[in-house]
């Protein structure tokens, strides 16, 4: 028996085809995949993300336990700053990816719905020996995404923090439509936006308030279709496609965020520096195939006859029009332009590696 | 749902539409509503042979890709080209306008393996 996020009466009316998805009946498409697509890129487009996790780690220690648990640094973060990082096992297997928000006194985590359960005995086992207390409250904060171009100016109608002032990956406390909340510039479209965590009491008052001010944006509503191409044309990682447990952050290409010479000790850390020394022996790469074939998740990558990876995530990309894809390749063919074949159907199809993101026009603001 | 009366149906959601030796095929409408936005459809070239329940092409959505079964044995005779400009017209029509191919059948006595629109509609509400 699936879950139902506060909003499901709203999907249903608006037309959303609902479909189980981690657990919670969820809407997989309105309009259609594409159009809902290409409105998020040109407009603005409400996603229900409910579904996610929330974690609130609070206690003297917080800030030394969120920086053991997640490979990037959360010291860096100021007080309202918000960071994207993972949890690592010892072995350097990726947990989950999630967000961290830091408050004055506490974290608050933002984690995948599939991997909740797991992640919060996971954090309740590392949390022995800190000084630290944990709360799920998943049940209690209804979330909304609002993404594309001018989601600033319609949230900005019914909100009363100065958006303008907020950067990329930073947050405030604030009303919106007198209804008080967690505002992050944050998401995970490419497209500028921002993620809103509230009382599940208030939730239907502010999809409808959402709606009415965003009736001159032609704000829509989005289902899981088009977030999965919007992602993937960012070449964002999605959990269970591109990173599991059997993979380390430097072979998914987030080195970005694995702080290896952060302060104190970090699971994973052995691991991760001994492959950084070394070298990793494959890459999440991204890459397009020629023609009217399209990658799908386990197809197989070749080069001269040999299998060397295997696809992660593939799509027909709405906005460029091409079949893409992640997939975990050898390192030596992981250079950009590097040609390969994906067998799609018995056939092997030509392939690159390209240049990522997919899309290139984000109007995300830094 | 959308289930025309005159055609028959197979149980992996094709339709055809049996005039004299000749059928046409295409999705059902229940079909391409699962795909989502169809982008690419697959067919064969014409005077291929196919078979009752064996893939003659694909149909590739934004998400997914399912084979197009023959839902009767013969050999293609005409296909329908527009689908490789305006795939999503299946999605649009998917009785009309959406149809693949059409085939001369080599064992008519097949069509008696294939549901009427009554028997397709129970299958497709116990959720097959």
């Not at chain 1, 409910?50 to 990037?72: D, Q, W």
């Not at chain 1, 950067?167 to 995970?188: A, H, I, N, Q």
């Not at chain 1, 397009?288 to 799509?315: C, I, L, T, W």
């Not at chain 2, 070239?45 to 998400?63: C, Y």
């Amino acid at each position: 028996m699936e879950n139902k996020t506060p909003f499901y009466e709203h999907h249903v009316k608006a037309g959303g085809k609902m479909v189980p998805f981690a657990g919670f009946l969820m809407p997989v498409q309105y309009q259609g995949i594409i159009e809902e697509h290409r409105h998020v890129r040109s407009a603005a487009g409400l996603f229900d993300v409910s579904h996610m996790g929330e974690i609130e780690v609070r206690g003297p220690e917080a800030l030394k336990f969120v920086s053991y648990c997640t490979i990037n640094d959360p010291a860096a973060l100021e007080i309202n700053q918000v960071q994207y990082s993972a949890m690592c096992y010892k072995e350097g297997g990726i947990v989950d990816d999630l967000l961290v928000y830091r408050y004055p006194e506490h974290f608050f985590l933002v984690v995948n719905a599939s991997n909740l359960a797991k992640d919060f005995a996971w954090l309740q086992e590392q949390s022995k020996g800190f000084n630290v207390t944990l709360k799920n409250t998943s049940n209690e904060v209804a979330q909304l995404a609002l993404q594309g171009p001018k989601s600033e100016l319609l949230l900005q109608k019914i909100c009363d923090l100065k958006l303008s002032d907020m950067k990329f990956y930073w947050f405030g406390t604030g009303k919106v439509d007198g209804v008080e909340m967690l505002v992050s510039r944050t998401g995970y479209t490419g497209e500028d936006g921002f993620e809103l965590y509230f009382d599940i009491k208030y939730a239907g008052q502010i999809w409808n308030a959402l709606f009415t001010a965003g009736k001159e944006f032609d704000l829509r509503p989005i289902g899981l279709g088009a977030r999965d191409s919007l992602r993937l044309e960012m070449k964002y990682c999605l959990y269970g496609n591109d990173i599991d447990q059997t993979t380390s952050p430097l072979e998914a290409g987030l080195g970005w965020i694995t702080k290896l010479k952060k302060a104190g000790e970090f699971n994973g850390r052995d691991v991760l520096l001994k492959q950084k020394a070394e070298g990793v022996k494959r890459k999440l790469i991204g890459f397009e195939v020629e023609g009217n074939a399209f990658p799908r998740q386990h197809y197989k990558m070749f080069k001269d006859g040999a299998q060397v990876g295997e696809v992660a995530s593939g799509v027909f990309s709405p906005s460029v029009a091409k079949g893409i894809g992640t997939g975990y390749i050898k390192a030596e063919f992981a250079a950009v332009g590097t040609p390969f074949q994906v067998e799609i159907r018995g056939k092997m199809v030509p392939a690159k590696v390209a240049e990522t993101p997919f899309w290139k026009h984000s109007s995300i603001k830094k | 749902m959308n289930i025309p009366k005159d055609l028959k149906y197979s149980a992996s959601h094709e339709w055809a539409r049996i005039e004299g030796d000749t059928a046409t095929i295409g999705i059902t409408d229940f079909a391409q509503g699962e795909l989502g936005d169809i982008v690419f459809v697959e067919l064969p070239a014409v005077g291929a042979k196919v078979s009752q329940n064996k893939p003659l092409g694909t149909v590739e959505a934004v998400k997914a890709v399912s084979d197009l079964n023959a839902p009767l044995s013969g050999e293609v005779t005409e296909v329908n080209r527009s689908l490789e400009g305006t795939p999503d017209v299946v999605n649009k029509d998917a009785y009309g306008a959406g149809w693949m191919v059409k085939i001369k059948l080599s064992n008519a006595a097949e069509a008696a393996n294939l549901m009427d629109a009554a028997g397709y509609d129970k299958m497709e509400k116990h959720g097959h």
